[in-house]
């Protein structure tokens, strides 16, 4: 479904999912198949469905195996820091997507994407995912859209992430997980989009209350055709993309639309 809706719509799909959720708030939270069952899947949707594929990776040791079947990297943001986690991704020659840590400023991402570029890979998408606001709360600072991106680096926004309230529910056995705010979940996105991202990272489920991670910020899949043909209208209508050559380029007279305004 999801890449009927995105061939309808002409986006570029890529698949994500996780082998293993290691950075859960609980112990007893879901984690996943591991790495050789979850690996096995992955591979087995990129060979029925045809499309690219995604997936975190947590340690080292765990990136020449993942990049034999996915096709990009994720750095989680927990882990965007980590010099050797980073090294080891760019090694495999893979796309990275790093993702920025909650409590990160955009130098920090600058700076991760130098790292993978030290180990030969320049192929990094910088993430951004929210800031802390607070202890239970996140904030999407638009101006790290622009901030993170560097020539020829492209820049996705994490829009449902970005709504946990981290540690914000508590469960009928006392576990304690993420809560969240799916209901602006297009805000954030129009917002992202019209800013100019090449990208974004939705959660989408068929049934967001019976997902076993994250379920407060799941899209609802019967949503996501309305939702994504209202963000490529606005991607098709905003120059969010074209930066500004200099300062320069806020003086002078007013430019007006193409058929707005003026003569010929």
Not at 131 to 150: A, P, Q
Not at 224 to 229: D, W
Request: aromatic share 4%; net charge neutral.
């Amino acid at each position: 479904m999801l890449q009927e809706v995105a061939s309808r719509l002409d986006i570029p799909f890529i698949f994500k999912a996780s082998f293993d959720k290691a950075n859960r708030t609980s112990a007893s939270s879901f984690r996943g198949p591991g790495l050789v069952a979850g690996l096995e899947i992955l591979a087995a949707v990129k060979a029925q469905v045809g499309v690219p594929v995604v997936t975190d990776i947590h340690e080292p040791a765990q990136a020449a195996s993942v990049a034999e079947v996915a096709d990009v990297l994720q750095i989680p943001a927990f882990l965007c820091r980590q010099t050797d986690l980073i090294d080891a991704a760019a090694r495999t020659k893979r796309i990275l997507h790093i993702k920025k840590g909650q409590w990160c400023d955009s130098s920090v991402m600058s700076a991760a994407a130098e790292k993978a570029a030290a180990a030969g890979n320049p192929h990094v998408i910088s993430c951004e995912r929210g800031t802390n606001l607070g202890y239970s709360d996140l904030v999407v600072d638009v101006r790290n859209l622009i901030w993170m991106r560097r020539p020829s680096g492209l820049v996705t926004a994490d829009v449902t992430h970005s709504l946990q309230l981290p540690g914000g529910r508590i469960d009928a056995l006392g576990a304690r997980s993420a809560g969240g705010l799916r209901e602006l979940i297009p805000t954030v996105a129009r917002a992202a989009v019209a800013v100019g991202v090449d990208g974004l990272f939705m959660e989408v489920h068929d049934d967001p209350a019976s997902s076993p991670c994250d379920a407060p910020t799941q899209w609802p899949l019967r949503h996501l055709p309305r939702l994504l043909g209202e963000l490529s209208e606005i991607a098709g209508a905003t120059r969010g993309r074209k930066p500004l050559d200099s300062m320069e380029d806020l003086k002078g007279p007013p430019v007006w639309p193409e058929g707005r305004g003026g003569s010929e």
